[in-house]
């Protein structure tokens, strides 16, 4: 089941549990299982913490984000004559 990138970062970096928007079935199930495993909240935490640093850092953020820019910006642009009637 996949519900988007935010998810995908939480299931692959073991740093809490992602649940499909409106089921809360699917939540009750999440939280039974959670409370049987009781893996470490300090474990998860540190985890959420380390995926904070690594990829959601702002100034990593704002740096990828300017090198993407300059990509799109270096490109050749299509110019348009304009219309004139």
Avoid: T
Avoid at 19 to 28: G, K, L, Q, S, T
Avoid at 52 to 69: S, T
Avoid at 70 to 82: D, F, T
């Amino acid at each position: 089941m996949s519900y988007g990138r935010p998810a995908g970062l939480i299931f692959e970096h073991c740093c809490g549990f992602a649940v499909p928007p409106e089921d809360p079935a699917f939540v009750a199930a999440v939280l039974e299982q959670a409370a049987v495993e009781r893996s470490s909240p300090r474990a998860v935490a540190q985890a959420a913490h380390i995926l904070a640093e690594n990829k959601l850092d702002r100034m990593l953020l704002a740096e990828r984000w300017g090198i993407w820019m300059n990509g799109v910006l270096a490109k050749p642009m299509i110019r348009v004559k304009a219309w004139k009637p």
